[in-house]
């Protein structure tokens, strides 16, 4: 029990810890508009700080951090922990919890716009992470409480690669309409599959009885496993007998983003964009598999009504692999789906945003719809207010700023502001959360793809 519970707690905090944020979709200027849409651009071409051009971080699924993290005794505990009792831990755990975290940092970033001040290019090396997890109800019960069952779907996918890419957009339509492409190159740095289809407990008078099955599916460069021996004399390993060094990359792949804008009424634009289509094909030398179908035994346990009393104390070997015969696979990237409508007042002051956003996930497909206000008063200055919500679980207010004179380009956007926060200034009481930060260089000519920014005299 104290190996799971150590797992489980690792993976909690990891994932509290950590895309794209919905309130940066209508931020206008912003470099970043582009990697929601490839068919938007910023008002003036510009280069990257190094690390500092785009960093989004964003978490999302069925819980709130309140439900993952305690604060007990000045500090933060998981649910795992022993100080938290069932009663707290469970109580707002739904039947299938869902944790996804996404991470994209901006190696190296510039762009500009040709000649005629509407056709935008833009290079960008982005190191990207996703990790999604699928823990049931039931798992907690059985860890919390000592609770028997059918335990079925435990899942945590891991994925980290280099994107290098390279965007191009332009009109048609007399610039009504503005096509846009991304193709990206994919370089696979390291992933990780756990999969647990059935973990079934039951407990009887004096003994647990454990059935599961499950597998482990790991690729990284300097790939290592210390290797130790069962009982019956079995080559077997566990996830933390496994050691990467990820210096080069063991999987190679291809994606596209497409996206288009479309105005419909000369205030009223229309945009649509999908993204990361595309998959990696990881190396099977680098590769490690793992199975685990065990049938254990624990006697010695006290049961009251149908539970045991106390939890029992037992080194859960459950963990415990032996080793599979590896493959090379090719997986999907969790694609993305962006719809967003805006409407412009006031001679391109303020505008009214509506946004639908689709997120394949591993597990689920996650929906989200975004209603913001954003004020731009001079074309180098935009203020975004946005209220989403999520699944229909609920909702969260999000805050962007971008400035970009002729010396800067900084944005940005959070919903975290005005969440309620522990004193280890930990965001509670939400269980989606975005942030979205950028720094970079104007260089170049300015778009002339808004009319109302156009000045006679804007050569550059």
């Given at each position: 029990m104290k190996k799971l519970s150590l797992f489980l707690a690792a993976l909690l905090t990891a994932a509290g810890a950590a895309a794209q944020n919905p309130t940066a979709y209508f931020m206008e200027g912003s470099t970043l508009r582009s990697q929601f849409n490839p068919a938007f651009a910023p008002l003036r071409g510009y280069v990257n700080i190094p690390g500092l051009g785009s960093l989004d971080i964003s978490q999302t699924g069925n819980l709130a951090l309140d439900n993952i993290l305690y604060p007990r005794g000045g500090r933060l505990v998981t649910l795992i922990d022993s100080s938290v009792s069932a009663a707290d831990a469970l109580a707002n755990l739904e039947s299938n919890n869902l944790l996804s975290t996404g991470s994209r940092v901006n190696l190296i970033g510039f762009g500009a716009f040709t000649r005629n001040h509407k056709n935008f290019w833009s290079f960008d090396l982005n190191l990207r992470a996703d990790m999604d997890a699928q823990l049931p109800y039931s798992l907690f019960e059985f860890i919390k409480r000592g609770q028997d069952g059918n335990i079925s779907n435990i899942?945590?996918?891991?994925?980290?690669?280099?994107?290098a890419a390279f965007s191009y957009s332009f009109p048609l339509l007399d610039d009504r309409l503005y096509i846009g492409v991304r193709g990206k190159f994919l370089a696979?740095?390291?992933?990780?599959?756990?999969?647990?289809?059935?973990?079934?407990?039951?407990?009887?008078?004096?003994?647990?009885?454990?059935?599961?099955?499950?597998?482990?599916?790991?690729?990284?460069?300097?790939?290592?496993?210390?290797?130790?021996?069962?009982?019956?004399?079995?080559?077997?390993?566990?996830?933390?007998?496994?050691?990467?060094?990820?210096?080069?990359?063991?999987?190679?792949?291809?994606?596209?983003?497409?996206?288009?804008?479309?105005?419909?009424?000369?205030?009223?634009?229309?945009s649509l964009a999908v993204n990361d289509l595309g998959f990696i094909s990881w190396s099977k030398g680098d590769t490690a598999v793992g199975n685990s179908a065990k049938n254990l035994t624990f006697t010695g346990v006290e049961v009251v009504e149908g539970q045991a009393v106390p939890q029992p104390e037992f080194d859960l070997d459950v963990l415990?692999?032996?080793?599979?015969?590896?493959?090379?696979?090719?997986?999907?990237?969790?694609?993305?789906?962006?719809?967003?409508?805006?409407?412009?007042?006031?001679?391109?002051?303020?505008?009214?945003?509506?946004?639908?956003?689709?997120?394949?996930?591993e597990f689920k497909t996650l929906h989200n719809i975004t209603g913001s206000v954003n004020f731009h008063p001079v074309r180098w200055f935009t203020l975004t207010g946005s209220y989403s919500v999520i699944d229909n679980r609920g909702g969260a207010v999000g805050l962007a700023?971008?400035?970009?004179?002729?010396?800067?380009?900084?944005?940005?956007?959070?919903?975290?502001?005005?969440?309620?926060?522990?004193?280890?200034?930990?965001p509670v009481k939400q269980s989606n959360m975005h942030f979205t930060l950028g720094i970079g260089v104007p260089i170049g000519k300015r778009s002339h793809r808004i009319a109302a920014y156009v000045r006679e005299d804007d050569k550059r």
């Open positions: 899942g945590i996918a891991v994925e980290t690669y280099l994107e696979g740095a390291a992933r990780a599959q756990l999969n647990y289809d059935r973990f079934d407990v039951a407990l009887d008078e004096e003994r647990w009885v454990i059935d599961a099955a499950g597998r482990l599916d790991i690729t990284g460069a300097g790939l290592e496993i210390d290797y130790g021996t069962n009982d019956r004399g079995e080559q077997v390993f566990k996830p933390g007998d496994i050691d990467l060094n990820p210096t080069r990359p063991v999987g190679y792949g291809f994606a596209v983003d497409l996206g288009a804008t479309y105005d419909i009424l000369p205030n009223l634009q229309a415990e692999f032996t080793p599979g015969a590896a493959a090379g696979s090719t997986r999907m990237l969790r694609a993305s789906i962006n719809a967003g409508l805006e409407y412009e007042l006031w001679r391109h002051k303020i505008g009214i945003g509506l946004l639908y956003t689709a997120r394949i996930r700023l971008n400035l970009c004179p002729n010396w800067i380009n900084f944005f940005l956007a959070t919903d975290l502001l005005t969440s309620k926060h522990t004193p280890q200034w930990v």
